[in-house]
């Protein structure tokens, strides 16, 4: 007898989000398998492949748990609780907080849904944490997605939108590696490439696609800044351009004060004229009007000049102006080939071999992502990859970046949630007024400090939604001693990670096989994101555990939040998300490999035209896409991507530089407890060029201790071909759940773990990133760490 079922799913535990059939034998998950046809649906890689490892596993939590122990001496000791008492503990103490002192004084953290399950329930924990009152979340947003979807908003008004793989020309991937961090798309990017797409990859690593692209960037860490403002630099100079497009669609042409920086306007030149209506220069310096509020010329734009120069008669002085082109334009000038040379180890052919493809296609997709937003340059490199997209015209079109879904879903993580008043109370806002903190997305590090200083104002509270801050996060030992402070601590999770054994309380959550999820898009294709799949549990939770979303709406209905959530009905809620695309929970659960909406994702969304004619525009300031940003130039910071400060004088103790990046075996901290991708990387790797590994005595294979001005980690050394020699490779996230936890192999001189080495004094100004991707450091052999 075979009682075997397939049961169409998803596997939730990265981006990629791959389609499978889950294989029940007897209630238990004996493993997934492709599920061809579903968007996402061809592939699955070895971590998904290790699903039925990670449910079954004999560490996982299956009762709520209470500390016995004191905190931060020894062995930490648990006794089982009843769910009942650990979230009538949480509830009251949570409430006690609120009322006595804020809510803002309880402080939350999240792990990520680009790598981990909680993508199931993300936007109820967010709505639970938004309608409890806390601005304060701490999301890893700085040093994972918030360039890519939010900072670019500064340039499209949109996020970086989803590649159009399927038609695209040329495809570029920017410090990005679907290789190992996002199969799905790999998939689809191969396909492109069978089809004859072009490939250029800008990364320091040999990747799988560096190797096989038309033309690989081996730039630097840390400067790809300089290197998207030489391409623009050759791109503008050779007329590789998308002039009309630039013309019609962006800020290009408006005109700038030299004397403020900002626009020209129609209010500067005559009295009574109108603050809304911007300046460009038409033919024999006419000037030419553009009312931004209402997102059109008042006067024949077809001569408008892109690069203009002009004086302006304000008040009685003369005041000189630039086209916001013409300023982008000699802002880049400075990065001539030679200069990107000398800054980013690119070789002047390589240069304009990569700006001749990007000139030559007429439908550029890209994606950038950790390579570029683990930086302390990392908004405006942003804003220099964004621009330098925008000039080739392909944002939003056939074959380039589309923004936008296929339907509109309402939101349900509670962005309306927080009062102002609340949101003005974000750690770390009144730094970054224009940073992650805007929808409560803090950084660890501004909430040891409110934990520690009291500043702007204690912080007693902290409950974790998974994350393992020890090892993910660097500024470790500051993390330690606030978790000692902390006067109630909650985590949730599969197991106990070594920033769990910090906790008070500790939950088990189920794993997506024991639950559901809703996903409305997969967004590995531009086609997959017309999928929305409810993807239903295909087990019985193991032990106690129970969904993160079950656990907020039983918490919120015990902390008063009853109309907020629902009644306490998922189903209503998800309901509520689904209306307006016209689905239901019902239909979706009798589809269970999920329904196709019709339609697509509209190309050029900017061209659409209103009743009266009026296209759409960007959803900007000057509802144009943005070249040059008055919003960042009002917050005093530079309106177009011009390279600030010096370089740090080079340290002979330090002449490495080292960078990291994602393995296809892990997802961050997660994942080292399971035997077959243990077997696949048993050991953290620093990749290191023959060269310097020569001149330091190392053989392939040996331990390496890297140090850098602020701590050490190990690894062992990975001999890599084709590596700049001063530049290093290692991987965060190691820890050894085998080990003993009295240290749990986090801490300590022979640690692995990466992030305790990173220098944190410098960051972002605009969103808080780190310098994950480039820390001075040297390397020397070492005897192998007892084990
Ligand atoms: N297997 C696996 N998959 C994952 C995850 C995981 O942990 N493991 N995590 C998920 C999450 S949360 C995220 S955010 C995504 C991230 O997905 P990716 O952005 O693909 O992540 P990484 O591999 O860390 O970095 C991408 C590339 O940046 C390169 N790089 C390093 N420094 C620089 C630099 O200075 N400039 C440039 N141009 N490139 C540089 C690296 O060599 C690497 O090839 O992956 C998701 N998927
Ligand atoms: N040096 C360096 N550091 C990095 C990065 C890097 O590239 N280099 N990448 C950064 C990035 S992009 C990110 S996003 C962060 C990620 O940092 P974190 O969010 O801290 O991720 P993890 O370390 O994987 O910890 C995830 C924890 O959540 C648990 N978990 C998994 N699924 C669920 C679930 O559904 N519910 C609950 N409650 N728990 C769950 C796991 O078991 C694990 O214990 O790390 C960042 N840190
Ligand atoms: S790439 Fe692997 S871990 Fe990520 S969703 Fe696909 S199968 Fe799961
Ligand atoms: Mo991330």
């Not at 560490?59 to 006794?79: F, I, N």
């Not at 509830?91 to 803002?104: N, S």
Request: hydrophobic share 40%; proline share 7%.
């Amino acid at each position: 007898m075979n009682d075997v079922t397939r049961t169409p799913a998803y596997c939730a535990q990265c981006r990629s989000r791959c389609g499978c059939n889950a294989v029940i034998e007897n209630g238990r998950i004996l493993a997934i398998e492709p599920l061809p046809g579903h968007p996402s649906g061809e592939k699955l890689c070895p971590k998904g492949k290790a699903t039925p490892e990670l449910v079954y596993h004999p560490d996982r939590l299956t009762t709520p748990l209470r500390r016995t122990s004191p905190k931060g001496a020894g062995r930490t000791t648990w006794e089982p609780i009843s769910w009942d008492e650990a979230l009538a503990t949480i509830a009251e103490r949570m409430a006690g907080i609120r009322d006595r002192h804020g809510p803002e004084q309880v402080a939350f953290s999240v792990t990520t849904p680009s790598g981990t399950q909680i993508s199931d329930g993300i936007a109820w924990v967010e709505r639970f944490i938004r309608g409890f009152g806390s601005p304060n979340m701490i999301y890893s947003t700085e040093i994972c997605n918030w360039h890519k979807d939010v900072a670019s908003k500064f340039t499209y008004g949109w996020d970086i939108g989803t590649p159009d793989f399927a038609e695209s020309e040329l495809i570029v991937l920017w410090g990005h590696n679907p290789t190992a961090t996002w199969l799905a798309r790999s998939v689809e990017v191969q396909k492109a490439m069978k089809r004859g797409a072009r490939l250029l990859v800008v990364d320091p690593r040999p990747t799988l696609y560096a190797r096989r692209a038309d033309c690989w960037l081996r730039v630097r860490p840390g400067t790809d800044q300089v290197l998207a403002l030489g391409l623009a630099n050759l791109l503008i100079g050779d007329g590789g351009i998308d002039a009309d497009f630039v013309r019609e669609w962006t800020n290009g042409p408006m005109l700038v004060r030299s004397d403020t920086g900002a626009f020209l306007r129609q209010s500067d030149i005559s009295a009574g004229g109108s603050p809304d209506v911007l300046l460009a220069a038409g033919p024999g310096g006419t000037p030419l009007r553009y009312d931004a509020a209402a997102r059109r010329w008042l006067d024949d734009p077809g001569t408008v000049e892109l690069d203009a120069a002009y004086i302006a008669n304000v008040g009685a002085r003369d005041v000189a102006c630039r086209s916001a082109f013409g300023v982008f334009a000699d802002t880049a000038s400075a990065w001539t080939p030679e200069r990107v040379e000398a800054i980013t180890g690119v070789p002047t052919e390589a240069l304009r071999a990569a700006a001749a493809l990007l000139a030559q296609s007429k439908a550029t997709s890209y994606y950038a992502w950790n390579g570029v937003g683990q930086s302390t340059t990392a908004s405006q490199t942003d804003r220099a990859i964004s621009i330098l997209y925008s000039l080739t015209g392909c944002y939003g079109r056939k074959g380039g970046n589309v923004p936008g879904v296929a339907a509109p879903f309402a939101d349900i993580s509670g962005h309306d949630l927080l009062t102002d008043e609340q949101r003005a109370k974000a750690v770390g806002l009144d730094e970054r007024p224009l940073g992650p903190g805007r929808t409560g997305w803090v950084t660890g590090r501004d909430v040891y400090r409110a934990i520690l200083d009291g500043e702007p104002y204690p912080v007693r509270m902290l409950f974790s939604f998974g994350t393992n801050l020890l090892v993910s996060q660097p500024d470790t030992d500051r993390a330690r001693e606030a978790f000692e402070r902390l006067e109630f601590h909650v985590h949730t999770d599969f197991f106990l990670n070594p920033s769990a054994e910090y906790a008070d309380i500790v939950l088990p959550v189920s794993t997506s096989w024991e639950r559901e999820g809703l996903r409305t898009g997969f967004d590995a294709s531009l086609q997959g994101l017309r999928r929305v799949q409810l993807r239903p549990a295909v087990i019985e939770p193991v032990g106690e555990a129970r969904s993160d979303t079950d656990i907020v709406i039983d918490l919120a209905l015990r902390l008063g939040m009853s109309e907020t959530f629902f009644g306490g009905d998922a189903d209503r809620g998800h309901d509520h998300a689904l209306a307006p695309a016209g689905l239901t929970v019902e239909q979706l659960r009798a589809s269970p490999e999920g329904i196709d909406l019709p339609g697509s994702v509209p190309y050029r969304p900017y061209a659409r035209a209103d009743g009266a004619g009026v296209p759409a525009g960007f959803p900007t300031p000057t509802g144009r896409l943005e070249i040059y940003s008055e919003r960042l130039l009002e917050h005093g910071y530079a309106p177009v991507p011009e390279v600030s400060g010096d370089a740090a004088d080079p340290d002979p103790d330090f002449p490495l530089t080292v960078s990291c990046a994602k393995v296809v075996a892990f997802c961050h901290s997660q994942h080292r407890n399971l035997a077959s991708l243990r077997r696949l990387m048993p050991d953290p790797m620093l990749e290191m060029s023959a060269e310097s590994a020569a001149e330091r005595g190392i053989a392939d294979n040996d331990w390496v201790k890297v140090a850098t001005r602020t701590g050490s980690f190990v690894a062992r050394c990975r001999i890599v071909r084709d590596l700049e020699p001063a530049i290093v490779f290692a991987q965060h996230g190691w820890w050894f759940p085998e080990a003993d936890q009295a240290n749990g192999g986090t801490a300590g001189p022979r640690a692995a773990n990466m992030n305790q080495a990173v220098d944190t004094s410098r960051s972002d100004p605009i969103s808080g990133s780190i310098p994950l991707r480039a820390t001075p450091c040297q390397v020397e052999r070492m005897d192998a760490p007892a084990s």
